[in-house]
């Protein structure tokens, strides 16, 4: 087992260590969840494809509260980027989406909450700010039993 474990973690360091490796933060909107923040990771498999894995937390509704709800999901994208200057990258995305929404009405003291998976579809800009920062916008629907539009926007910084 510790064999096992050491060629998992030897392999994912130096995937990470041999590709462009970008981390941040963003603000989110969805058109069923409203507004909320994250954080993102861009890896770079080759010079046109990228991974990117988010996680990001929707602030929800409250009404007086009573009753309140939140989201939460995890995403992973594959990008296929097209640099059209030296700063400036478009790409397309696809990828996989799991949500989890709780609902809870402190009155009652009764909550509960549901999990969807869904599909990713979209599209997105990086701009170097920098040599070390990258700004994002992105755009993308989620197809899926919370079927929503996510619109991103945030900073990456090269590790």
């Known amino acids: 087992m510790k064999k096992l474990t050491f060629t998992v973690l030897f392999l ?11 981390l941040g933060a963003q603000l989110v909107y969805g058109t069923n969840t409203e507004f909320g923040a994250g954080a993102k990771a861009i890896f770079s498999i080759t010079d046109k494809i990228n991974l990117s ?14 009753a ?3 989201f939460f999901e995890v995403n992973a994208d594959a990008h296929y980027s097209f640099e059209s200057d030296d700063k400036l990258t478009f790409y397309p995305l696809v990828g996989l989406n ?4 709780k609902a809870s ?5 009764v909550s509960a909450s ?3 998976f869904g599909v990713n579809l979209g599209g997105g800009l990086n701009y170097d700010l ?21 619109f991103t926007a945030g900073v990456l910084f090269n590790l």
């Open 12 to 22: 994912i360091l130096s995937a990470t260590a041999f590709s462009q490796t970008k």
């Open 53 to 66: 894995p988010s996680i990001n937390y929707y602030f929800g509704k409250s009404a007086a509260g009573v």
């Open 130 to 150: 920098s040599s070390s920062i990258t700004g994002l916008i992105e755009a993308k629907y989620v197809l899926g039993n919370l079927d929503q539009a996510v």
């Open 105 to 109: 009405v402190s009155v009652l003291g």
């Open 68 to 70: 309140s709800t939140s």
């Open 98 to 101: 799991y949500t989890r929404s």
């Open 114 to 116: 549901t999990s969807s």
